[in-house]
């Protein structure tokens, strides 16, 4: 069974980096069918996504935080990861890693999400 | 800013059945598949439907996907206290080249 499991700070300063990492387990982060992507719920907001990588290292990010966002994948640790720059108190959130299917473009599995708070 | 548009709010009476709408455009539900999500808060979202209509293993046959053109839906029959939660319709946008989610509809049984 595929999980997926999201780790790192919780707590960012502003101006500064928010680092991410997801750890994929009971299955290849390798497969040809699927991207690995990052989704985020501020509080008492919606889902928004982030982006996306393939095993390949091939990326798609949305265009509003494009600027400022980089996501990197490392096939030997079967991990994928976020970095987001510049950070402000708007990007405080729940962050979640999932499978993204490259076809059909569903996400299944979702991690359980991990609360990164941006304050001083 | 989402470009998939949902009612903020649905409800029904137990057994009763509900409907959520998802309306969006040619560059999103016009020309890609739709999947919805179940988010109760505190938990992961879980997918309920992908490709429009398709019910991934687990999930009830009381709940059900459509679309035409550009716009989607999901029922869900037989209301039952449990699915009271946030649900989300999402599809891959080619003018964004991203993938967008719907505004969120809450559902109160």
């Known amino acids: 069974q595929l999980q997926l499991q999201e780790s790192g700070p919780g707590l960012v300063k502003p101006s500064e980096t928010l680092s991410l990492t997801c750890t994929v387990s009971g299955g290849s982060i390798s497969s040809s069918s699927y991207y690995w992507g990052w989704i985020r719920q501020p509080p008492g907001k919606g889902l928004e996504w982030i982006g996306s990588?393939?095993?390949?290292?091939?990326?798609y990010y949305n265009p509003s935080l494009k600027s400022r966002v980089t996501i990197s994948v490392d096939t030997s640790k079967n991990q994928f990861s976020l970095k987001l720059s510049s950070v402000t108190a708007a990007d405080t959130a729940v962050y979640y890693c999932a499978r993204h299917h490259r076809h059909d473009n569903w996400n299944d599995p979702w991690g359980q999400g991990t609360l990164v708070t941006v304050s001083s | 800013q989402s470009v998939l548009t949902q009612p903020p709010s649905a409800s029904g009476t137990p057994g009763r059945r509900v409907t959520i709408s998802c309306s969006g455009s040619s560059s999103n539900l016009g020309s890609n598949t739709v999947s919805w999500y179940q988010h109760l808060p505190g938990t992961a979202p879980k997918l309920l439907i992908y490709?429009?209509?398709l019910r991934p293993s687990g999930v009830p046959d009381r709940i059900s996907g459509s679309k035409s053109g550009t716009s989607a839906s999901l029922a869900i029959s037989g209301l039952q206290s449990e699915d009271e939660a946030d649900y989300y319709c999402?599809?891959?946008?080619?003018?964004?080249?991203?993938?967008?989610f719907g505004t969120g509809t809450t559902v109160t049984v």
């Open positions: 999402g599809a891959w946008d080619d003018s964004l080249k991203g993938y967008v």
């Open positions: 490709a429009n209509n």
């Open positions: 990588i393939y095993y390949s290292g091939s990326t």
